[in-house]
């Protein structure tokens, strides 16, 4: 019995290993998917992880760990999204939203038509299914591959 190997190991040390395996999970997780998801849990574990090392109450590490992880996710996230969003391909199109057309040929409920804007013609769908007829005025809402979503204005 006493040469078998002693796993009385606190439930302090516990939370510190759990707080250190959180760090690398996260990080390896963020790295692979590139999401900006995993790494606020990464940067609130730290924080757990270092109240930890100063035994810090467990339910304030939890707190700290669960506050900290949603507050980055919530406020942080969507800056940093913005910040780093590399995937936009920004195109000369991206100004014909907002901007009135004609329809030269009528959009049917769930169908496609045509519009012409700025002495183009383009195919366009409603954006709410309704019918709009031929020679009505409509507001370009947005683009979805080569072809234009509007409203009747």
């Known amino acids: 019995m006493d040469n078998m190997l002693n796993l009385n190991i606190s439930i302090e040390v516990w939370f510190i290993i759990l707080w250190f395996a ?3 999970f996260s990080a390896i997780l963020e790295a692979l998917t590139m999401d900006l998801t995993s790494i606020w849990f990464a940067l609130a574990a730290l924080v757990a992880f270092i109240l930890a090392i100063f035994n810090v109450n467990i339910a304030i590490q939890l707190i700290v760990f669960i506050v900290i992880s949603v ?7 969507p800056l940093a999204q913005n910040y780093f969003r590399t995937n ?3 195109t000369n199109s991206d100004r014909l939203i907002g901007k009135s057309a004609v ?3 009528s959009i049917l409920k769930g169908g496609r038509g045509e519009v012409k804007v700025n002495s183009q013609v383009w195919t366009a769908i409603s954006q709410d299914e309704s019918d709009i007829l031929e020679n009505d005025t409509v507001e370009i809402l947005a683009i979805e591959g080569v072809k234009l979503i509007v409203k009747k204005a």
């Open 103 to 105: 329809c030269t040929k």
């Open 22 to 24: 959180i760090i690398i």
């Open 71 to 77: 507050g980055l996710l919530i406020s942080v996230r």
């Open 88 to 90: 936009v391909v920004s």
